[in-house]
């Protein structure tokens, strides 16, 4: 079963604009880790942050996590055309991880 | 090879045939996951392997599938008696030890498409 599930679930921008996007889920957790698939390919590991962790940075992302509301949110900033791809947030269940059902981001040139 | 490797990258088999999927993990890692993603939506997770323990089967949909992996190695997932529901892109991963704050490294998956 899927634990998370991202919102929205398709997003369009320009290139230079911000991308925000949400993920939500139902039981307590360790940590939540972030992914990104471009089409036809597999998942790559963007960033990890754990449950007693609120922020994180890496590059043009920052990825928030309030486990009070069972949610966290990945923000790409100054995004670029190559950012197209579709993101995934996982949560960890004991050795296993849960995906959630993505979000589909475009950005224009 | 320095990723995930899997093969065949596309299949396309008839109703009722048998197919095996193969994975080659990264090398070292001890830990391979197999998930069945279907179009346009997120990953289902199938079993998972860890070292020489037994494995966690408790995604697989049903009897027809089963998978097996040598030692730290290769792994195969087959599907016995395809039904066209079977039709997604199968995906492994692997990591350097099994926990739930490893990052999971993932092959570019087999389409396997059921007539």
Request: charged share 20%; with cysteine.
């Amino acid at each position: 079963s899927q634990q998370g599930e991202e919102d929205p679930q398709a997003l369009s921008i320009q290139e230079g604009e911000n991308a925000t996007m949400n993920c939500s889920y139902k039981t307590s957790i360790n940590n939540l880790q972030w992914y990104r698939q471009n089409s036809g390919r597999g998942l790559v590991h963007l960033i990890l942050i754990r449950s007693n962790e609120r922020e994180k940075h890496s590059g043009r992302l920052r990825v928030t996590l309030d486990t009070s509301k069972k949610s966290s949110s990945l923000l790409i900033t100054a995004s670029r055309a190559a950012d197209t791809a579709s993101y995934f947030c996982a949560t960890d269940d004991t050795d296993k991880l849960i995906f959630g059902t993505g979000t589909r981001l475009q950005v224009f040139p | 090879g320095a990723g995930v490797s899997q093969s065949p990258s596309n299949k396309v088999t008839e109703k009722g045939k048998d197919v095996e999927l193969r994975c080659d993990p990264i090398s070292g890692h001890t830990a391979l996951y197999w998930y069945r993603q279907r179009l346009g939506q997120g990953l289902e997770f199938l079993i998972y392997f860890q070292g020489n323990s037994a494995p966690d089967k408790s995604g697989l949909p049903s009897d027809r599938f089963s998978a097996e992996r040598t030692g730290e190695s290769v792994s195969t997932l087959t599907i016995q008696r395809t039904q066209q529901e079977d039709s997604a892109v199968y995906l492994c991963a692997s990591s350097l030890v099994p926990g739930r704050d490893q990052p999971q490294h993932f092959g570019d998956g087999t389409r396997l498409s059921i007539l």
